[in-house]
């Protein structure tokens, strides 16, 4: 596009279908990511029942700063992954939803830095997969948090989280079908957003009863696939759906859509710009990722994925120049390029050092951070349109890191 420049910095090849990937949004860590895999087990019978089927994944901890694997964990296939938007007790905390119907719980400890899964707990009725799940914290540092988690039997379930315990707080059976995600308004979290196969687009009070929806919208033609309250302001939401539009949403009037605007494939992810509010990121299934404008309007399109593309996010920090510079001889595509023979299980090195990139305990210091000289970011950076990418795809197990550069007009 003629507003834009679009440039890879690193891919890496996931081992197995990747269909999740966010960057952690706290410092002094915005420049790790997580990213999920979903792998269906070869050679088991043809007759087993879809609900029998095993599927493994992995959660792998990634160091975009240096380009490099730091961890990965085994466990049953992911399908989404989040971390918490503010830290809980001090902690920097993640959920990752499988396909056995858990909800993870993960601790992100300073010393690595590496994941620890402090808690799991059933969420879907056996036989069905927990599809996507959302967070919402009352503020900075807080005590407890909201967790909800859709499934494939098309419930939704709400459970409060404080320390390590997650208790149930709602559920009910929003959908026919799929429930494929839910969000919290971020300005209310006693109000939840719910999207399923069943064309449904729905909203629910958490102190009212499960089987009254606020309201029922029927504007999708597909299965509602997405749903976004946007951070950055207050009445705004967004919807994706499988008939591949973008719906724009007044959510304190919800009985039409604001704009309805088409785009090159199904919406599975909307993820706005932490700082530009005219710049949405989506992940569009067959039609790739692409960067809009806030009414939904393509404005530049990323197609390196040759398979369908479930995962995408933008990094938090300003710039590019906190990324390491690549090899010398190599293209930034073949730096890292693979998770190097990892074992499940095991932490890659020690990751950046703690003292030099990340601060000491307290500091919020990053990679380039307020620091200038070689590969580093002056604060005056974070004035330019310069920004980063993640997106990942399923069957070509790949995952990219991408700069996007918007000209503002």
Not at 43 to 62: F, K, N, V, W
Not at 151 to 161: A, K, W
Not at 272 to 283: E, G, I
Not at 296 to 315: E, F, L, N, P
Request: some cysteine; overall charge negative.
């Amino acid at each position: 596009m003629a507003d834009s420049e679009m440039a890879l910095l690193w891919r890496w090849d996931t081992e197995w279908p990747a269909d999740t990937a966010e960057f952690c949004p706290l410092p002094p860590y915005r420049h790790l990511l997580l990213c999920g895999t979903y792998k269906l087990l070869e050679g088991q019978p043809a007759d087993i029942a879809p609900e029998d089927c095993r599927r493994d994944g992995r959660i792998h901890l990634l160091d975009v700063a240096q380009r490099r694997e730091l961890q990965r964990l085994p466990s049953a296939a992911i399908l989404d992954i989040k971390w918490c938007p503010a830290r809980l007790a001090g902690r920097h905390l993640a959920a990752a939803a499988d396909a056995t119907g858990h909800l993870l719980l993960l601790h992100l400890q300073q010393v690595g830095p590496r994941l620890q899964q402090v808690a799991s707990r059933q969420v879907a009725a056996p036989g069905c997969l927990a599809l996507a799940l959302d967070w919402w914290v009352a503020g900075e540092d807080a005590e407890e948090a909201r967790l909800a988690v859709s499934d494939s039997s098309g419930s939704v379930t709400v459970l409060q989280l404080r320390g390590e315990t997650m208790t149930p707080l709602w559920t009910g059976l929003c959908h026919g079908h799929e429930a494929w995600t839910c969000g919290f308004s971020r300005a209310d979290g006693s109000l939840l957003y719910t999207g399923g196969d069943d064309l449904l687009f729905r909203g629910y009070d958490l102190r009212q009863e499960p089987g009254q929806p606020v309201f029922t919208n029927r504007s999708h033609e597909a299965g509602v696939t997405s749903v976004q309250s946007d951070p950055l302001q207050e009445s705004c939401l967004r919807t994706g759906s499988y008939d591949e539009h973008i719906y724009t949403w007044d959510a304190r009037a919800l009985r039409r859509p604001l704009s309805r605007v088409a785009i090159d494939g199904g919406v599975w992810r909307i993820k706005p710009h932490p700082r530009h509010l005219d710049r949405l990121l989506t992940a569009c299934m067959y039609g790739g990722s692409h960067v809009t404008d806030a009414g939904g309007a393509t404005v530049a399109s990323w197609r390196q994925h040759k398979s369908i593309v479930y995962g995408a996010d933008w990094c938090r920090l300003p710039g590019v120049g906190w990324m390491a510079e690549k090899d010398e001889g190599k293209d930034a595509g073949e730096v890292g390029g693979k998770g190097g023979g990892v074992e499940d299980g095991e932490a890659v090195g020690e990751g950046v050092d703690e003292g030099q990139a990340l601060g000491e305990e307290g500091d919020s210091a990053e990679p380039g951070e307020e620091r200038g000289g070689h590969g580093t970011v002056e604060r005056g950076e974070e004035e330019t349109a310069s920004c980063v990418a993640v997106t990942c795809s399923f069957y070509d197990n790949l995952l990219c890191v991408w700069k996007y550069d918007c000209v503002r007009q």
